[in-house]
């Protein structure tokens, strides 16, 4: 039962990710991994009305760390850390969601989510798994998405090609406007 003139209780969210530079990657980290991040909270959360990054750290001249500030048109306020600069040889991606007094908590790397502290078993056949490679399963998902079969079995992705435009725009703001900056060599 809703309460009349009840207020609805704010949403955040804060995604991270870090992890070592790998040696193959030439663009700063805002390119490389920021774009997940954003595709994410735009699933998520909707359209997003402003991002403002709070701190940026380089060495050598690359941004090697960055937290960003967003704002989503439906109240919900996110945060953005990535990272590499790290002791560690793990990757971390994680997500923690708060919404109505409840917290999610989720790992992407282990595959494992917990709500309230109570870890949720998220395991789908054929889907998700500990094992998955998600970059392998997002070619495949694209692949099927833009051949023959999608004709004949649609294949429905997580982000609509608005989406997709909306994340690509907002990637375009960060690297020339909110962070003057920024280059890329």
């Known amino acids: 039962m809703l309460l009349q003139n009840a207020q609805p209780v ?27 991040d954003l595709d994410l909270a735009l699933c998520f959360f909707g359209r997003i009305c402003t991002i403002e990054p709070k701190e940026i750290k380089r060495i050598d001249g690359k941004i090697c760390e960055a937290w960003f500030a967003l704002q989503h048109e439906c109240g919900t306020a996110g945060t953005l850390f990535v990272s590499w600069i790290t002791d560690t040889q793990m990757k971390k991606r994680q997500v923690e969601i708060r919404q109505d007094g409840h917290t999610w908590k989720g790992d992407f790397v282990a595959k494992r989510l917990w709500v309230d502290d109570l870890e949720i078993l998220c395991q789908v056949e054929e889907m998700i798994q500990p094992s998955n490679n998600q970059v392998k399963d997002e070619l495949v998902d694209f692949i099927a998405y833009t051949s023959e079969l999608s004709r004949t079995q649609p294949v429905l992705p997580l982000l609509s090609l608005e989406e997709i435009i909306e994340s690509t725009k907002l990637l375009e703001f960060i690297t020339k406007k909110a962070i003057p900056e920024f280059r890329t060599k």
């Open 10 to 36: 704010a949403q955040s969210y804060l995604f991270l990710r870090s992890q070592q530079r790998p040696d193959r990657i030439l663009d700063d980290i805002i390119v490389d991994k920021v774009i997940h």
